[in-house]
């Protein structure tokens, strides 16, 4: 049960599957988050406690929002986008990422977040290889919502470490922008 009002259960957000919501979690999310915004919209992202993130603008206006979608959903009101996004073009492929060093997990919540936004049209499967060895995340990523699965122990899934599977008609333009994104993750 969820416990406010007893009639069912608490499903995590799509973004939990992926890392357990904290002060450091929300912190690293926000960090990436503000770094992938096209800085032209002048939007910076904090995080708000561990009850989510805080978007302002350069005259001080701020908005909370509880979870990615939300922030994002908000920046796209106010003419952001993704820093450096092409629209997806192309034809359905799966198509590998290479992640030397391991993946964020951070900065991959904030990355299909902000595709959901950017692309409401897109059909993308992401298969995240968890650092932590221990399961494979599935996230899709359709109609401007995203799902995240965790299958634990999934034979089928890459290998820890592995390549990161982006499947669906623009896959080769996402796995470009993601690699981008996780490059310039990795630099900040």
Same mark, same amino acid.
């Given at each position: ?91 359905? *492929? %799966?198509?590998?990422?290479?992640? /030397?060093? !391991?993946?964020?997990?951070? &900065? =991959?919540a904030?990355?299909?977040? #902000?595709? $959901?936004?950017?692309?409401?049209d ?8 968890d ?6 995340l ?9 799902? *995240? %699965?965790?299958?634990?122990?999934? /034979?089928? !899934?890459?290998?820890?470490? &592995? =390549?990161?599977?982006?499947?669906? #008609?623009? $896959? ?6 993601l690699?981008?994104?996780h ?6």
């Amino acid at each position: 049960m969820c416990g406010a009002c007893g009639a069912g259960r608490s499903v995590p957000r799509w973004e939990d599957v992926l890392a357990r919501p904290s002060r450091p979690v929300l912190a690293a999310r926000a960090a990436r988050a503000d770094r992938l915004l096209d800085g032209g919209a002048g939007l910076r992202v904090r995080p708000w406690l561990s009850a989510g993130y805080l978007l302002s603008d350069r005259v001080g206006r701020t908005v909370h929002a509880a979870d990615l979608d939300t922030l994002w959903r908000a920046a796209g009101e106010r003419g952001a986008r993704p820093a450096g996004w092409r629209p997806l073009r192309g034809a359905d *492929a %799966t198509v590998p990422v290479e992640v /030397p060093g !391991g993946w964020d997990l951070a &900065a =991959a919540a904030v990355w299909c977040a #902000a595709v $959901a936004r950017a692309e409401p049209d897109a059909s993308l499967e992401v298969t995240l290889p968890d650092p932590g060895g221990a399961r494979t995340l599935l996230v899709n990523i359709e109609y401007g919502a995203v799902r *995240a %699965t965790a299958l634990d122990g999934a /034979p089928d !899934g890459p290998a820890p470490g &592995a =390549a990161i599977l982006v499947r669906g #008609a623009g $896959a080769a333009d996402a796995a470009r922008h993601l690699a981008d994104h996780h490059h310039e993750a990795a630099r900040g």
